[in-house]
């Protein structure tokens, strides 16, 4: 990152080292993604491993494809904690995990899964990663990505009708309709429980650039 000081020296064998645990919360498309872009890219490679929140919605394999679309992928019932939890707890063992995948097309789990090796840097990263408190017990930092509600909607719009195969009326409908109150009921008041706030989402290059540090200087440490 431009104006950043010259990275610190980290060890060349990350095993048995304590592992540090970071969560990233925030609206979607709040600039989450971009903000542990930036983080990776500050940190050597190989030092860190992405664990996405969206990898870890529940397993609807028994359900109608009826049923399927009818679910509400904003509201804490729609993820298995009890495995992220679990695969978090593993990687900070120092183990490895099969990372499950998910198709917002077929709003299924996907028989594929992704092998993540334990690395000194975990993110957790999704809109409700502050929300569950057996979660955040593992947090070593707690991170809130905010953005204005306006933009928000702005790349909903950009992102779903391109990836997810739906229509500009579609995403503002499903904005309006669960975005919204889902946002305002459950992902906001987690804001509560950061430590850090990044206001003005991914285009905050200084707010990002401070946070990069901080974990720079919290891995070195190590």
Not at 198 to 208: F, L, S, T
Request: glycine share 6%.
């Amino acid at each position: 990152m431009s104006g950043m000081t010259k990275k610190p020296e980290y060890p060349k064998e990350p095993m048995g080292k304590k592992v540090t645990i970071i969560g990233i919360a925030g609206g979607t498309g709040s600039g989450k993604s971009t903000v542990v872009r930036k983080i990776v890219e500050a940190l050597p490679p190989d030092y860190v491993a992405v664990v996405p929140l969206d990898s870890y919605y529940n397993d609807t394999s028994e359900m109608t494809e009826e049923e399927r679309r009818a679910i509400n992928f904003d509201h804490p019932d729609a993820f298995d904690w009890r495995l992220l939890h679990k695969q978090v707890q593993t990687l900070r063992e120092g183990l490895p995990i099969e990372q499950p995948t998910y198709s917002y097309l077929l709003c299924n789990r996907l028989p594929e899964t992704i092998h993540v090796e334990p690395k000194p840097v975990i993110i957790i990263e999704g809109i409700m990663t502050l929300l569950n408190k057996k979660l955040r017990d593992l947090m070593d930092l707690k991170v809130y990505v905010d953005c204005d509600p306006d933009e928000r909607l702005i790349r909903n719009i950009q992102r779903d009708t391109i990836d997810r195969g739906r229509t500009v009326q579609m995403v503002v409908d499903r904005y309006l309709n669960i975005l919204k109150p889902m946002h305002e009921q459950f992902i906001e008041p987690t804001k509560r429980h950061a430590d850090i706030i990044i206001p003005q989402g991914g285009d905050n290059a200084k707010g990002i650039g401070i946070l990069c540090r901080y974990i720079e200087a919290l891995v070195g440490e190590e």
